[in-house]
């Protein structure tokens, strides 16, 4: 298996089928593919050798999607770059496995050259931009106009075909090292689950660096389906484009979907003319979906179904899926739209204790994972690869449960925990009681340090527009639904959450005010 | 990837589910797994080591089942003996792969004594029939009575999981080597094609320790449907059986689909109590279905669709997919029909010519497959191996071209060509065209030696019931849609044509008494 073969399968079977339409163009699948085997012997041609490093720092684009399909073509490794980061950050990650050349567009020219000065490793970078190149970095059209494609280098399997990095907002970030296997698996695992096939025209709205939006795309690629790409998520961007390309399919954070709803109604104006019939499938994950905002999306996209995927970047990304069956009424009935789905085809998933055993059904305890997607090992970190992956077994650092059925209801990253008084606190408990309150709009729970008990329960609460509530209010509402000694003892009223760039919301930003040393 | 990780899956996910009906009785994937688990102990405790071959030697039955999950749940390895084979067939192979166990039904049971007598490697018997345990066998139901579940031994990826013999009626027989990988990934790409889902029920009629069927039942097991087993074929029993048991999927040989509808035509009275509305889904291979055959089977199951695979033994076994929408009135116009349809999502197909390089897109040569569905190799064969699988490229030995769509169009085994002074003649096209003539029912088309131009074209037909025709006529027909050289210069009316297991002509038995030495 290796990443490539979605494209050669494409090219083979349905050469003039556009395979990708960004700002008004449109580009086939025999274009493409002549592009990306001309990108990749560029990349050869300024000595990129097998398996070294090429970085990405872009916002979305069609040439965002020819890095992903060229690096591989010429045998080199994936590193994509996280465009939240700072430059040290940049600077630690393109160090740490020594990236031999970096593509740059023009929002990120500037920390490029302080990642040039700094890293050693790095011997070209390539403008990717429309505007005029930057002193000292090479044409990226006029590399593949200048080149003549390439065989595929057919690096495959167990082969290395990216590091992508994690962990950016706790701590050093690590790379995590994924196979073409890897990938390949994880597309696959996407189309048994019937969510993709060859009328899909998908549109890719979240950060391409991040794994999430790059597995979409090789799943769109094994489809054989269609990418629409938007430059950077903005909701009434985002709206548009759906109307105007026709879009069946988008991954989204409930939090984006949010926002592209409230957008139609402060925009009602536009939003009238908008024909959103065409979507049909919405995939969203890092969060659930409150039945209310499901309610709201159906109103707006009344052919949309709803998958939600759970995973992490070292299970190329996904373990479970929750499918478009299981968001009726009657799953909101038997709690399963609470649970993250089951786990996908070729992936197994079980609950171990701390010693790694299963524990019984329905106990909390650490999601373990194994299958083909599990990733390779962190880049240069044999000791936390070997914490994290042991007897094939994939630690995720996730606490939850399994059902009778199959079904894995997530509760904390289990270092998120709250232990308060010796009892264990998990937040996301406390937010699903909590985000009923008719007057809360969004919340975070988080454990703030408390002499007596170790921890409290600490909410962050977003009040809906015009609404007020009190401590004592928030407490008697969620006193009814889940014990005492969950319930918040304090709380903080704010204007929004920290978000990161997929719509999770960062806790440790919360945390860091109370912890001298955040955790 | 594991080949029993999809019962696993099943196991975790719906313990309560039918897995397998059978004689009337319905066994749980929960009861299932469990006797898998204890036949798999039960095999360790003979003393099969991992990777030692355990032998099935049986019509289909539920135990058949059981046994293609417990050999590699063992970590042990399947090989599944042909039905049709004399003793000495038997004892080549199992002597070929030095076989540890034999598992037998009643109909074997003294092939088996002759099997055992000759094959030092065998120590142990298994009766698996219902009758009195013959002396010197064990008896199946008490091993697994008498033993505990074991672990899965999790022998996984490229590891050995089976030998399936093939070619036993061309020459001498050679075991293919099939890993778990190959296994997964064939099923992968099953589910992908979306032709099995959980709601599939499926009929296995076809023999079982064919691989084609083999490869359905782990198709079946990966969608977590139900399997329903027929011990062996009989048009009147499969017609009930699909009626009965509410069959969703069929995989059959088209003489079996025609088997099974002149039943319906003899048998009135009967048929006319059979609801055959469940079926959905018709799987087909080893040779096309005429339009005819089509338009009577769309009349007797209204709601069926047809899927056309090929493959072969050492792919796994399928390379190419023809779908239920090229299964309609416009694929017949465009011609499609008569392919074999594309390449499966997570495999490659090109056409080669002796050297290896590809030929243009419409002209004939080898067809040439690659992926993670390409055997390991032949056991103990290493030169026949090399000569197969080079560049990672199988080597099928079978003609076609390719069209510019990417469908695979099958012309002849490269050694079944026909050389007719100087010119290739492919049986497939001559066969294509006497077919369409109104007296021939069936035909096959083979050379004879000639002293002339080395061979001659000779067709074999069977005719319509009551029909009659001449060799002048046959020609005249064919005249119309082929070149002269091509037209058959000698005919043969039979009776019936000469059926392998799985109803492929075997167009060696019509040599035979051309040729002093078979070809």
New interface residues.
Partial sequence: ?YMT??L??SM????DKIALRFNGQSTTYAEFGDRVARLAAALRKLGVAEGERVAMFSLNSARYIEYYMAVPWAGAVLNPVNIRWSAPEVIYSVNDCSTAVLIVDDPFVDIARKVAAACPSLRRIIYAGDGETPEGMLNYEALVADSEPMEDAYRHGDDLAGIFYTGGTTGVPKGVMLSHTNL??SS?NQ??A?TL?EGTTMLHVMPMFHLACFASINGVF?SAGTHAVLRAFEPGAMMAAIAETSITHVLLAPTMIQMGLDWMGSNPGRAAHLDLTSLRSIRYGASPMTPTLMARTRATFPHATFTQGYGMTELAPVATLLGAEYHTDEAVATGKIHSVG??V??T?VKIVDEMGNEVPRGCVGEIAVR??NVMLGYWNKPEATAEAIRN?WMHTGDGGY?D???FVFLMDRIKDMIVSGGENVYSAEVEKALVNHPAVAQCAVIGVPHEKWGEAVHAVIVLKPGATTTLESVRSHCREQIAGYKCPVSVDFREALPLSSIGKVLKNELRKPYWAQPA
Avoid: A, F, N
């Fill in positions: 298996m073969q979605s050669h399968r083979q079977q349905r050469p390949v698996s696959c189309l048994m019937g096939d094994l089951r786990p085809h070729t197994e299958g083909p094939g399994m009778e059925d199959g």
